[in-house]
């Protein structure tokens, strides 16, 4: 290992849990951004009068504002996770993957690309945990 590499481990490999816990909460937020956007038209409006019986806003609205929020906490992480990661793989399938611009290639120009990004950070945190600040740790210990 280099001094380098040594370095960076102290400074980052020593506090993984809680940068885990970092992506975490800020992944949560931005996503939970995408739910009161589709539900309530804040902070920008998007896709006109809610629908709760729709897949999207309905359906994805709920899911991104109370799976973000579950996720915000660290409370049910994994599993909650998981089914986040599925519903942004499907999102991606369904909404962007055969728009202009293809689907491997230019995934930004199709809109898909935050998407992507939320199913695989999603897809992750469903296999590490919640790290070093989550709710599921105190339910754990309690």
């Not at 949560?28 to 897949?55: I, N, R």
């Not at 973000?68 to 942004?88: D, I, K, Q």
């Amino acid at each position: 290992m280099s001094a380098h590499d040594h370095a960076m481990d102290s400074l980052v490999g020593k506090r993984s849990a809680e940068l885990l816990s970092i992506l975490r909460i800020v992944a949560a937020y931005m996503f939970m951004l995408h739910g009161t956007q589709k539900l309530f038209d804040f902070p920008v409006a998007s896709f006109g009068p809610f629908e709760l019986m729709t897949l999207a806003p309905g359906l994805a609205g709920i899911l991104e504002l109370f799976g973000g929020a579950l996720l915000l906490v660290g409370l049910f992480t994994r599993p909650v996770a998981f089914l986040l990661s599925g519903l942004m793989a499907f999102a991606y399938w369904m909404s962007h993957a055969f728009r202009e611009g293809g689907f491997w290639l230019f995934p930004i120009s199709n809109g898909g690309d935050s998407s992507i990004l939320y199913c695989f950070a999603f897809l992750y945190i469903a296999a590490a945990g919640g790290g070093a600040w989550a709710l599921d740790n105190v339910l754990r210990k309690g």
